[in-house]
């Protein structure tokens, strides 16, 4: 008889970690309810799909997937770096921008030290610093907006980095340069910002933080961004981060040598250069924020104003039931409960048609 072993014993933060929890997919839906003709408006994923451009390059590259991918990410360092005139040592990749959240917790956390984050705000965050033993303050926000002023007065000598969405997931409100530019005159020195802008090429307000300066003109500023979003190539994962040498070293030691895979590179290359996507991208995004907005404010709803794919809507009732009655007519969007937010939806802009099919839809549940 093999020796009875218990199982081993699980690190209490490690039990402690909750699991991340997507939009339903498309496909379960199917299952449950025997639907077809199904949109997801749950994910903020990019209702065109990705640039005609990304897909031939994942085509053309397929051939090649019994290589390992270039490590470095050369290809996309020279174009993005280019893109967004940076030099390209001040760029990391990841597998999603998912990957750096994590990694910047593994690079800069040590137990006990404290992270600053809104609240509600994206879940990542929270699990880095979980994993990395530290200790999370949540500021909540102002309005469903981060109220960088009370995030200053939380600083303390511990605090190693701070998490600002911009725009913020679930809320699509976003902070102002100025604002920014007063919460780092206020940081001790050693506390990394970490400006996560997952939406922002769908920003149109003057005001918003222009990182790149941010990120040149200080040592301790990292910006997130993603092609997941505007780029539509969600499902391959990858996002990138910038920042000072320095910080991109630190990162790039704690991160796996391949961890952003082949055809990954290869479309991102290609949706970077295929500009005509991205600007339609973006104008079907600015029209359907609006036609979203006016159509659920003319439901009697309220509207957040978002900068972002999503909007974030008071349903002034408990939102699983609008959700549930939602889904059974093949509509899938995200509930607030997740953020605390019992009676909002989180409902990400799609097309035209979507928006149309969406809203109509959403005054027969609430007015039967
Ligand atoms: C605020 C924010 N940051 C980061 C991400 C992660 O994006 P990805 O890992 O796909 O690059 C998301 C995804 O929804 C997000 O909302």
């Not at 030691?253 to 895979?261: I, L, S, W, Y």
Request: contains cysteine.
């Amino acid at each position: 008889m093999p020796r009875q072993v218990p199982p081993p014993e699980i690190p209490p933060n490690i039990a402690s970690l909750r699991p991340y929890s997507p939009g339903k997919p498309i496909a379960e839906v199917e299952r449950e309810f025997g639907l077809t003709d199904i949109i997801k408006l749950a994910s903020n994923e990019n209702a065109l799909g990705p640039s005609p451009a990304a897909i031939d390059a994942i085509k053309a590259h397929a051939g090649d997937v019994h290589m390992y991918p270039d490590g470095g990410c050369h290809d996309l360092r020279q174009a993005l770096a280019l893109h967004l005139g940076v030099n390209p040592a001040e760029l990391t990749f990841g597998n999603g921008s998912d990957e750096i959240i994590h990694l910047l917790g593994l690079a800069f956390l040590r137990p006990g030290d404290q992270v600053i984050q809104g609240d509600p705000t994206f879940s990542r965050y929270e699990s880095a610093v979980t994993l990395g033993e530290g200790e999370c303050i949540k500021v909540p926000l102002r309005e469903w907006r981060y109220d960088l002023e009370a995030i200053a007065a939380a600083v303390s000598p511990r605090t190693r980095i701070v998490f600002i969405a911009n725009p913020n997931n679930p809320t699509g409100s976003y902070v102002t340069h100025a604002e920014v530019e007063r919460l780092l005159e206020r940081l001790p020195d050693g506390c990394v910002l970490c400006l996560d802008e997952a939406y922002y090429e769908y920003v149109d307000a003057p005001d918003y933080p222009d990182s790149v300066r941010f990120v040149q003109a200080r040592a301790n500023v990292v910006a997130l961004r993603t092609f997941s979003k505007l780029y539509g190539l969600a499902g391959l994962r990858v996002g990138y981060g910038m920042s000072r040498p320095e910080i991109i070293r630190a990162i790039e030691q704690v991160r796996e040598p391949f961890n952003v895979n082949h055809l990954a590179q290869a479309a991102a290359v290609a949706a970077l250069s295929d500009r005509q996507h991205a600007s339609l991208s973006r104008s079907m995004v600015a029209q359907g924020r609006q036609q979203l907005s006016d159509g659920l404010g003319a439901l009697g709803l309220i509207v957040w104003p978002s900068q972002a794919n999503f909007v974030w809507v008071d349903v002034l009732r408990p939102a699983k039931q609008v959700f549930d009655a939602l889904l059974r007519q093949g509509i899938i969007v995200r509930t607030g409960d997740a953020f605390g937010a019992d009676t909002f939806l989180r409902i990400t802009i799609g097309t035209k048609d979507q928006n149309a099919r969406l809203l109509d839809t959403m005054q027969k549940v609430l007015y039967p």
